[in-house]
């Protein structure tokens, strides 16, 4: 099968949801062809061999009236995770500042809870000017739902990309949160590009969802035409639902990255939180797999690589950051 396939993809034909199914479900050694497979497709479609780093920021933790069962920010569940008020545009400075000095060139300020109150919005337009005045970092910003107004004055203020992850598919979701639903998702992705921001998407892998829910993911993502798509590997917080949930192993993230790669040959696809746990010592292979992007610094509630570390790794592996 992954020979015909190679042939196809070789030709530039699409991979189809049939296809991406069987091959999410490869187990073993078998995966190891497939993600030698989704390397060269990677290579295809961006040959300058760059991995796109981002940052983010903490700024508003907790509190959050939404019952997402992986999440430690939700007043649903009992976890150790801190609680605070949205920083000041002058704190959101202080480590912009910092992000930037170590060469990180994207900043994303995220902030708990469904949507954002009409006063954090403020704080976080006047944080967007400020920062765009006293930086040169692209700006985005994880604020939950927004209408189509809030996205208009995020973008007029100098925002450039909104993130709004789906989470997981739609034949999942509802397992996975009952305070929302998977269209108002997509309805905030739709709001954020209508006022002509970049959109940064994906989900979370490894919450008991099947392979046939991974591929949907995917091919939901590809309908969306997201440009820089955000790879969550589960990492099981004690007091929430998925405390217990076993863990995705190493080799079906790699699978599930090629997988990926395969469906969506042109956008980023981004290395996010659990990738440490989840891949172990092959976090590696991820970018040989498809990956080409990558969260670095700490997470919103646990903590990340060390930026040096993580520097260090792609420059061994000969990639260069962008
Ligand atoms: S993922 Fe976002 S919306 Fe869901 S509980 Fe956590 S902070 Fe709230």
């Given at each position: 099968m992954l020979k015909i396939l190679n042939n196809e993809i070789t030709a530039g034909l699409p991979v189809s949801e049939q296809d991406a199914l069987r091959l999410n479900e490869l187990a073993g050694t078998e995966i190891y062809e497939l993600v030698t497979l989704a390397g060269r497709v990677t290579r295809q479609s961006f040959s300058e061999n760059k991995v796109d780093l981002c940052s983010i920021i903490n700024a508003r933790s907790g509190h959050c009236s939404?019952?997402?069962?992986?999440?430690?920010?939700?007043?649903h569940h009992n976890t150790s995770a801190s609680n605070y008020p949205m920083y000041s545009p002058e704190e959101i400075l202080r480590s912009a500042v910092k992000v930037e000095e170590s060469g990180v060139r994207k900043f994303s300020m995220v902030t708990s809870g469904r949507g954002i109150a009409d006063s954090d919005l403020e704080k976080m337009l006047e944080t967007i000017v400020l920062l765009r005045r006293e930086t040169s970092l692209s700006l985005c910003a994880s604020l939950g739902i927004i209408n189509e107004k809030q996205a208009s004055m995020l973008a007029e203020a100098g925002l450039s990309t909104y993130h709004h992850n789906l989470e997981a598919a739609p034949g999942y979701f509802d397992k996975i949160c009952t305070t929302h639903t998977y269209q108002e998702r997509v309805q905030t992705i739709l709001n954020a590009r209508k006022a002509g921001l970049r959109v940064c998407a994906g989900g979370i892998l490894g919450?008991?969802?099947?392979p046939a829910h991974q591929v949907e993911l995917a091919f939901e993502l590809q309908k969306l035409q997201i440009d820089s798509v955000p790879l969550n590997f589960l990492n099981p917080i004690p007091g929430?639902?998925?405390?217990n949930q076993r863990a995705i192993t190493p080799l079906e993230i790699l699978r599930v990255i090629a997988v990926f790669r395969l469906v969506l040959?042109?956008?980023?696809l981004r290395l996010c939180g659990g990738r440490k746990e989840g891949?172990?010592?092959?976090?590696?292979?991820a970018f040989l797999a498809g990956a080409n992007g990558l969260m670095a610094g700490d997470y919103l509630t646990t903590s990340g690589e060390l930026m040096q570390e993580d520097l260090r790794m792609l420059q061994d592996m000969g990639l260069a950051v962008s």
């Open positions: 939404e019952d997402c069962a992986f999440c430690a920010q939700s007043a919450l008991g969802e099947s929430t639902p998925l405390q040959p042109q956008s980023i891949l172990r010592r092959l976090q590696p292979l």
